[in-house]
């Protein structure tokens, strides 16, 4: 599910898929922001996954905006434009980039 009240989810109605090919899951995190987070249960939607990695993706984070000093670092679980086969993810990241150095923090 995607945070609808932040910058990085703008352009987006309702939540999108996102195209796994890594084995990194990121952990909800404390201090900056959680833009996209898999749903209780996993969601897969398609494709493989071993046994049990679906319950591991279970509510971990996709895509996290993370505050450090005066900036801040968008960290995304894996490549959103993966051989730009998955089109729901590009506005994501197009946000990172073109939206993210015109903010004041």
Not at 10 to 23: E, K, L
Not at 28 to 37: C, H, M, P, R
Not at 68 to 77: D, K, N, Q, Y
């Amino acid at each position: 599910s995607l945070n609808r009240y932040h910058y990085l989810s703008y352009g987006y109605d309702v939540d999108t898929y996102v195209h796994i090919q890594s084995s990194y899951i990121f952990l909800a995190s404390k201090e900056g922001v959680n833009v996209a987070v898999f749903p209780k249960g996993g969601g897969k939607v398609s494709g493989f996954a071993w046994d049990g990695a679906d319950s591991q993706l279970s509510e971990k984070v996709f895509l996290v905006d993370e505050h450090i000093g005066e900036g801040h670092v968008i960290l995304f679980a894996d490549d959103p434009n993966f051989r730009g086969y998955w089109r729901g993810m590009s506005k994501l990241f197009l946000n990172a980039v073109m939206l993210s150095p015109s903010l004041r923090r």
